[in-house]
């Protein structure tokens, strides 16, 4: 296994309260595969991977569980360990490209710099790597755009730099956090395909964390589906989409445009809203807004379940169901 999260917990300590952002998360990644973790705003993905990255911000801090990268737990290692391991075994590339591209330098000089630092080869051996992984990622011209600046080139462009700055290094785990919303459709499917095709050529495993279900079908091979910072079902792909079991998974799986579905009727959408952080429900995080509610739901949390390598968090498929 590349990758295993293991009860893993973060909170952010507010005036009002505590936020529990990630509580108690677990899955693994294995290498070469793409895992998706899926979920309305605030579910917890973006934290969930600023926290296997060492990337949180105060007050947020990790209270609890393990992040075991190839057996070693990366909760342990300190500043500088870590920063070692970001860009030289695991990448990030987030949903907007300004913010991890510096306004001010060349396209070049950043992709340099970041390969002289962890692969160790001279300026030289780096703006050849620098301009070879520009073209692999689809930027026409690429030695003559390398001297641009980022804010001469489009959003799709400066996306494509992201990747090949994320790439650069060969990194064994790639966390890609929502990298085509902020693009059009079009370049949107672009990026994907592209991700798709590094994926292989490096034999690399990526975390996806996106908010739609549409995406995940044509990329992952496990899907991870969080509600209120706790994992509701993990199964593999085909099998969510065949089989999902949780009510929130069916409620995100209704909600996807068909392309085929030209009917007048408005596209379903789950009642009701995300609870405040401070403010959860007791028992069961989606009983507010859950079609199947019962009683005890109100009151328990529903364990996480395997059923079969289908793990799911609903009291439906707990075992021990009350009699109706
Ligand atoms: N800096 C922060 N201070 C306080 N609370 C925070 C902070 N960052 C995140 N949170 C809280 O943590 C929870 C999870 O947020 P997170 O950003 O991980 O959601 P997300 O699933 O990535 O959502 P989105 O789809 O909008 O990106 C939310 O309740 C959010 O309010
Ligand atoms: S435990 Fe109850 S409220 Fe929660 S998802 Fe299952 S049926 Fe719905
Ligand atoms: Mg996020």
Request: proline share 17%; net charge negative.
């Given at each position: 296994m590349l990758l295993e999260v293991k009860n893993l917990k973060t909170e952010f300590k507010m005036r009002k309260g505590i936020v529990k952002a990630v509580d108690d998360v677990s899955f693994s990644i294995d290498q070469g595969k793409v895992l998706a973790v899926v979920g309305e705003s605030g579910s917890g993905k973006s934290v969930t991977s600023l926290s296997i990255m060492g990337l949180l911000q105060d007050p947020g801090k990790v209270t609890g569980g393990e992040v075991l990268f190839k057996g070693e737990d990366l909760l342990q290692k300190n500043k500088k360990e870590m920063q070692a391991i970001r860009g030289h075994h695991i990448s990030m590339i987030f949903q907007e490209p300004m913010t991890s591209?510096?306004?001010?330098?060349k396209i070049k000089d950043q992709l340099t710099e970041s390969i002289m630092l962890h692969m160790k080869l001279s300026k030289k051996e780096a703006l050849e790597r620098a301009v070879e992984m520009l073209e692999l990622v689809g930027i026409p011209s690429a030695r003559e755009r390398a001297?641009?600046?980022?804010?001469?080139?489009s959003g799709g462009m400066r996306q494509r730099v992201m990747i090949a700055m994320a790439l650069a290094c060969n990194p064994e785990l790639l966390i890609a956090d929502e990298p085509t919303t902020a693009l059009d459709v079009t370049i949107q499917a672009q990026i994907l395909e592209l991700l798709g095709e590094m994926r292989k050529k490096f034999n690399m495993a990526v975390l996806l964390i996106t908010h739609d279900l549409g995406v995940v079908s044509e990329t992952a091979d496990r899907v991870v589906v969080m509600y209120c910072g706790k994992v509701m079902e993990n199964a593999e792909v085909k099998e969510i989409f065949a089989n999902p079991l949780h009510p929130y998974t069916n409620g995100l799986l209704k909600s996807i445009p068909s392309l085929e579905d030209d009917s007048e009727e408005p596209l379903y959408m789950i009642r009701g809203m995300v609870p405040n952080p401070l403010k959860m429900p007791s028992g069961c995080p989606f009983s507010d807004r859950c079609e199947k509610c019962m009683e005890r739901c109100r009151q328990e949390m529903p364990d996480l379940v395997d059923i079969g390598g289908h793990e799911v968090r609903c009291f439906m498929y707990s075992g021990e169901k009350e009699e109706a």
């Open positions: 591209l510096n306004p001010v330098y001297d641009e600046y980022p804010h001469q080139m």
